[in-house]
């Protein structure tokens, strides 16, 4: 589906379906993420929280994190990233 | 020529994970939850019809959140309201050794379907002994209804060499031996029915076929750990969630939770979490007798292939001949295996009622037979007319139908106009079917007692009595023409089994809804305190089976009536005034004074509301729509009834008088 792809493939379509996730799953509608947003920055961001984003993430984009990326990704731009790549 | 089947929407096959048998959601869940009114029990009302969709486990978690917050902010006088709105507040302890939070809202957001308000709470990453042994205070004083023992592979850590018998037998018998003493444990603590888990297979672990039948390899241990642990389970009235036979039905590596594991030690996938927590709910809601009891059957392209109207009966596609005609015969094989376990089937059709029951009678292929079905509605009427009709004429509550057909419109307007009774979607192809229906479980049972295979037998018995009722007339003629005997006994072993499933069954005629485990109403039966009956009622058209059970306790010369239900087969028959004559006979030889009465409201037992007025008591309290009620013993004048009342010790007595 070309309109599919053409909508995940902007940044800002996608940060701004990732911002739902987090709000989702962090359990705050008010909350505003950018890429900068990180586990460093975002202090509801802790290692529970972040296999539910993950697990949102995963859903709501349907994709598959590796192990290692789930370890790894630590702020939103490595999240806008990995699922920029997963929807070529 | 009939209408092609509208095929429905995604009609792809779809995996057991999820929920074929449930519509597929329309719009967002977060956009669903803004939108929600601001009323309470409203927005409840609103999720609740929500829940009936196959939402993914994250929608599943953000509508459980919202029930919980909902709920936080309620005062403590909600749950009774709740209740009497059909919700039922529901307490449920889960012990994981892996990680269980992440279930939570899950389980919650699943629960509403089935109409609970759940509250979970979560004892995880630690072994379930010595969390209970800390918290046995607070369990005592605040007992969940359900205690979940969500053992897995990891927590038991099953091993024993390859190929030593003696050792593997010894491990089994060790970790049986482990379940065992924390179902004692929750047991004794909260004094309420544990739920046990089979372990799934594990995917990672070394096997070869030949590995069933090798002592000491995983799938051995595993296998015969799940067989020991169902056969204990049912012997100790413990109830059983069959994880391995879920992860069968989706597959061991589909249901292993992999990467979830090794990250945050998950003890399945999250895919799987609205499957497993669709199960729970139906163990619990079979457990409280919210289970579903009848099947309603469409006919044309349902229960056979074609439409008997047009095609006639040697058009229809039924068994041998055709592959379609086989599908369809699997289909009645199925329904009358549900027969079997006491499901009560009924028919609703539009047709013309003579052609469609020629085809009963006449077409040689048919396995249902007419005697098969409880209840006929064929007719060009609208089809929830026709089931409110049925629900009518057996004297069940729509929350205990399911309505199989194979036309989505007809589906679509049933589960509109009635949305209490389960409709199941069905794939486009009558041969996928069956695993759809099958999954879905519709038709839970916490236990199978003698009763359940009798059942369909007594309501077919019902109608024969409904008939003789129209021939005599004179309602009093008739219950003299049934020449019944009510035996009367005190709880035994020999009726547990049945009893429990009367308690955990009724729900219109039940004065309190109070629910009793089996090892509870064992208790009740050596205690000195308290005074039991349990009835049977037998007449010229066959036995009724055990039909009541009353339980009374004594504080000084009072007797507080805990408990009074009684099987709604049997309503109108007189049976609980014959009940009250036993109980205040009595109640003159033990020297009770008086007998206290309550009702307690729920949004099913409106039918009891004036029970104990009915039978001479006196109100003497009012609150909150619950009521309690005084018969004074002594002033109780004795009845003339239409039955012969036999009792243990109504016979002593008569031997006593008779010396």
Known sequence: MAHASEQTSSSDAILARVQDVFRAELDDEDLVIAPETSQQNLKAWDSLAHIRLV??????????LTLAEIEQTSSVRQFVELIRERAR | MSEP???SPGAARLSVQALPWLPRPSGKMRDSIAALPSAPLDALSVLQALAQAAWNEADLRLLGRKIRNLLKSQPSGFAPEARQHGL???RILVLSSSTASHLADALIGTAIRFKFLLDVEIAEYEEPEPWLSRNSRELKAQPPDFVLVASDHRMLKLSSP??????????????????ERVAEIAGAATGRPVILQTLAGDPEATQFNIDLGLPGSPRFLTNEFNRRLVRQARQDSQLVLDVNALASLVGQAEWSAGRYWYAAKHPFAGAMIALYADNL???????LGRSRRVLVLDLDNTLWGGIVGDDGIEGLA?????????????LQRMALSLKQRGIILCVCSKNDEAIALDAFRNHPEMILKEDDIAAFRINWDDKAANIQAIADSIDLGLDSFVFLDDNPAERKRVRDALPAVAVPELPADPSEWLPVFQAAGYFEQPGFSKEDQLRAGFYKANALRAAQLQRIGNHEDYLRSLAMTLSIAPFDGAGLKRIAQLFSKSNQFNLTTRRYSESEIAAMASNADVFTIQARLADIFGDNGMISAVICRQSGTSWEVDSWIMSCRVLGRRVEEALLQHLV??????????????????????LVRNHFAGLGFVQTDSQNG????????????EKDLPMKVDSPRGRNAAAVAGS
Do not use: C
């Not at chain 1, 993430?57 to 349907?62: G, H, L, S, T, Y």
């Not at chain 2, 039924?318 to 699997?330: D, F, I, T």
């Not at chain 2, 619950?626 to 004048?637: I, S």
């Open chain 2, 281 to 287: 709910m139906r163990i619990v809601a079979a457990q």
């Open chain 2, 162 to 179: 390859l190929g030593d018998e003696a050792a593997a037998e010894q491990a089994i018998a060790a970790a049986i031996a482990r379940i």
């Open chain 2, 318 to 330: 039924l068994g041998n001949g055709s592959a379609l005609g086989e599908v369809h015969a699997a």
């Open chain 1, 55 to 64: 697990s949102g993430i995963e859903n709501e984009f349907d994709i598959q």
């Open chain 2, 585 to 606: 006979r009595e109640a003159r030889l033990r020297g009770i004074t008086d007998i206290i009465g309550r009702y307690i409201p729920t949004a099913k037992n409106g």
């Open chain 2, 626 to 637: 619950e009521t309690t009620w005084r018969l004074d013993v002594g002033g109780y004048v």
């Open chain 2, 88 to 90: 039922l507040p529901v």
């Open chain 2, 5 to 7: 089947p509208v095929p």
